[in-house]
């Protein structure tokens, strides 16, 4: 079944009922400020931390689903009308039936419209460009033919700002709580008398006719958000909080002649003051900040201009990648939600979704230099920025922090470094830079290592240093040791953990010396070419020679030492033992060396690939993607650590781990084999689920990081949507290896393989200054091979299409054919 659908022009999603099999969220804001929002008002916002500083408060893991978000009561106290009735036109938190109701979740903004009685609703939540707040725009229309008396409650509770700390601390919380109210204006304040320089405000542009500030008299203690005693009893309390849980909730009476339309502006801020001008007079908090905020957004048509600016700015992103094609579904996520979710997961990294509670896990070393992978080409200075802070937060040595703060940027102690497949992933990201931009400077950057200043030498010397560990830790069979995991953070081979809760990646109890990954050489094949074009290209050529002598070196051990008969192997454990080989009860075959392998061109000229990735059709795929292993494993293995921990069919134990996925369709795409390419590209993309939404219950506009696998119960069923290195994998999978844009050292290489029922398409692609408006012909219908290519009129030799930079647009056709 459906619950909505894609309304392409706008750039939105459409959902048409509100119970979804589970909440569907978007992101509000593209700098400072965020906010998740659900189809339902549901969610939390913060400034730029989501566990540091939280502004409103959010109970993750709740009964019911998504209870807390910017709420709006409404009271129909009309006579002959409503007779107080009471009802929130977002459907929750009242589950309130409603005559009408759709919400549209747009580019960084949400729209949710809806009716009852004969009173409409609509609310549009954004955050403005360039300011720290979320705007809620209100308009409330008089439907029916009567005279109405509405009475409007807005509604939200206070964070304490440090999210952990809110939910954890209640014997100091309890009595900390503080809110100050002027006119409009609700401030909350709570800790500002000490070491905070910042305060949270709640405001609406017309005058109120009362507020609460006390959770407890709002809502009664025994009361959930669903029934508060204010709204019931049709009047505001005019509570202020002392301690316990300061909430903002304003009461408007609105009169509304019949056909009369009435529009609010919500305006919910951070502000900040500078140290020595915290206070207007003693406890008195210096409202300069919030006040020239307020005043930027005080009438209905200002808050429309900011709109309108946010609209503006996405469409020129968005405007640098465009797909048109038959397929609309293929056309809608390359050219619209796969890019925005790339935005998001630049953004928010790992840290706050509906599964990351935004109090866990900060910037992942290796997560962050993928995700780049997927917006380099929206936002290239910030990538640029983006690569220097992560290269900090590397050791001299070339291993990296895992994890660093996004903060302080400093990396994360508690869990370290010793993740061998991490400093491979600077390289890739570096090379994808210069490969989008040119910008060859980057590499002349000087960088500290470990965050200190005293060890700072080039960007190009950190990737020296990336290259080196490799080569220089590997195991028996010259494979690269695999530390405390690779890419899969499960495949915990020197931990042997014994003890409950005990972290899978950080305790080592056994380490041998001697586990090898198969997929650390394999992403060392693949990336170390481009540190080889990069020496070569910066005059570095001894530099160039030794390391594809290294490469060579590496290839030649995944051939001897990492070949399995039908596909490649994974690891080897600590005892020197195959992982992923037929000589294993459970876990034969994992996806991830294979589909990297292939990638890399390893086994192209023998029939190795060709067979790897039919043995991965044979034994892994499935109706919704390609499972991470076969056979799940069964019992605990403590030699293998967080694998075989999870029930068989979820997350690395043979889920459906969608970020490996895209690496099959790269194979498959350089074996030429477009149909396959594009099948394995479907059956993960959410929109062609859209109408199987009971079952993979995420949103049908976002990647999910894993469905779950065949041995599963509820096979097919998506967890974990939006913040995964899928989103970044898959844009490259269908931009560069499918549809065949793909940025080189040299220009833009046109390299399409698609299926061959694909006829013709169209990408738009912004390149280092120029735009390229290129079309391929297909009527030949093959999957992959270029007949001619014609550069504006002329034809052009070679696949690689010239660096114009002329700010100009040019016109590239492409014939397809053998
Ligand atoms: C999670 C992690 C990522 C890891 C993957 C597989 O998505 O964020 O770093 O590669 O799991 O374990
Ligand atoms: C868990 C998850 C994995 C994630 C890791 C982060 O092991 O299963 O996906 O990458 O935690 O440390």
Redesign the pocket.
């Known amino acids: 079944m459906q619950y909505g659908y894609f309304d392409d022009n706008a750039r939105e999603y459409v959902i048409t009922r509100p119970d979804t099999p589970y909440p569907w969220i978007n992101y509000l804001g593209c700098e400072d400020f965020y906010g998740l929002f659900s189809n339902t008002s549901g969610g939390y916002c913060f400034y730029r931390d989501a566990r540091m500083l939280r502004l409103t408060r959010y109970r993750y893991n709740n009964v019911p689903a998504d209870s807390g978000g910017r709420y709006f009561y409404l009271r129909d106290g009309s006579a002959g009308g409503g007779g107080g009735d009471v009802w929130t036109p977002s459907w929750m938190p009242m589950k309130s039936e409603l005559s009408r109701y759709e919400c549209r979740h747009g580019m960084g903004y949400s729209r949710i419209s809806s009716a009852r009685n004969g009173l409409a609703f609509s609310q549009v939540s954004f955050v403005p460009l360039h300011d720290t707040c979320e705007i809620h725009k209100i308009t409330l229309t008089n439907e029916s033919n009567i005279d109405k008396r509405i009475d409007m409650f807005s509604f939200i509770e206070f964070c304490l700002w440090n999210a952990n700390d809110d939910m954890t601390n209640f014997q100091r919380n309890f009595s900390i709580g503080e809110v100050e109210i002027e006119g409009s204006r609700i401030y909350h304040k709570t800790e500002y008398r000490e070491r905070r320089n910042h305060y949270a405000v709640w405001a609406v542009n017309v005058p109120i006719d009362g507020f609460d500030t006390d959770r407890q008299t709002f809502l009664g203690l025994y009361n959930g958000f669903d029934h508060p005693q204010a709204v019931f009893d049709g009047e505001a309390k005019n509570s202020v909080a002392s301690g316990w849980a300061p909430v903002g909730s304003h009461h408007i009476k609105a009169r509304l002649a019949p056909g009369e339309s009435k529009t609010f502006v919500f305006v919910l801020g951070y502000c900040e003051n500078p140290e020595d001008q915290k206070w207007e007079k003693q406890g008195i908090i210096n409202k300069k900040p919030a006040n020239k905020l307020l005043e930027k957004y005080g009438t209905p048509d200002a808050a429309d201009e900011a709109f309108a600016a946010l609209n503006e700015y996405w469409k020129a992103l968005l405007g640098r990648f465009t797909v048109d094609a038959e397929d609309k579904k293929m056309a809608r996520m390359a050219g619209i939600w796969n890019q925005y979710q790339c935005m998001v997961t630049f953004n928010m990294s790992?840290s706050a979704s509906y599964f990351e509670s935004g109090i866990g896990?900060g910037m992942?070393f290796r997560d962050s230099n993928q995700d780049l992978l997927g917006f380099v080409h929206l936002v290239p200075e910030r990538a640029r920025a983006r690569i220097l802070d992560i290269a900090a937060t590397q050791f001299p040595d070339g291993s990296a922090y895992?994890q660093y703060q996004p903060l302080t940027k400093r990396g994360n102690n508690e869990?370290g470094s010793g993740f061998n497949d991490d400093p491979l992933w600077l390289i890739c990201g570096v090379a994808a830079y210069i490969k989008e931009t040119g910008d060859y400077g980057i590499l002349e950057e000087k960088v500290p290592f470990d965050n200190n200043e005293a060890l700072a030498d080039t960007l190009f010397i950190h990737l020296k240093r990336s290259f080196d560990y490799t080569v220089t830790h590997t195991g028996p069979h010259g494979l690269p040791l695999i530390g405390r995991a690779d890419w899969n953070?499960?495949l915990n081979l020197n931990c042997f953990s014994k003890t409950p809760g005990e972290?899978?990646?950080t305790t080592a109890n056994f380490e041998s010396g001697i586990a090898e990954s198969v997929l650390i050489a394999a992403i060392f094949a693949f990336t170390g070419p481009d540190y080889v074009e990069i020496c070569r290209r910066t005059g570095r050529g001894d530099e160039a020679q030794y390391a594809e002598k290294a490469i060579a070196t590496m290839t030649e051990a995944v051939n001897n030492h990492g070949w399995d008969g039908g596909w490649f192997l994974r690891a080897y454990d600590a005892h020197g033992k195959k992982i992923g080989s037929r000589e294993c009860e459970d876990g034969k075959i994992f996806i991830e060396s294979n589909g990297f392998a292939v990638m890399a061109g390893i086994g192209l000229k023998d029939g190795r690939a060709q067979k790897a990735l039919d043995s991965v059709k044979e034994h892994l795929d499935t109706k919704y993607g390609i499972v991470l292993l076969q056979p799940a494993y069964k019992d605990y293995h403590i030699e293998l650590g967080?694998v075989s921990s999870?029930p068989p069919g979820y997350?690395?134990n043979a889920g459906i781990?969608c970020h490996n996925n895209p690496w099959v369709t790269i194979g498959e795409t350089v074996l030429g084999r477009g149909n396959r390419a594009f099948e394995t590209y479907t059956k993960i993309c959410p929109a062609y689920r859209e109408d199987d939404s009971d079952l993979r219950r995420m949103e049908p506009y976002v990647y999910a990081?894993?469905v779950a696998g065949k041995d599963a119960v509820r096979h097919g069923e998506a967890k974990n949507s939006w913040l995964t290195g899928t989103a970044a994998w898959t844009f490259v999978s269908i931009s560069q290896y499918i549809l065949g844009v793909r940025p080189v050292f040299d220009g833009l290489l046109i390299d399409p393989c698609v299926p061959s029922n694909m006829k013709n398409y169209t990408v738009t692609r912004h390149f280092r200054g120029a735009d390229y408006h290129i079309m391929v012909d297909n009527s030949a219908g093959v999957e992959k091979g270029i007949k001619s290519i014609m550069v504006d009129g002329n034809p052009h030799n070679g696949a690689v299409l010239p660096v114009f930079g002329d700010n100009k647009a040019h016109n590239i056709i492409v014939t397809m054919g053998k």
Do not use: A, L, P, V
């Open positions: 790992r896990r992942g895992h869990i953070d499960c972290s899978f990646q967080e999870y997350k690395e781990f990081q894993m």
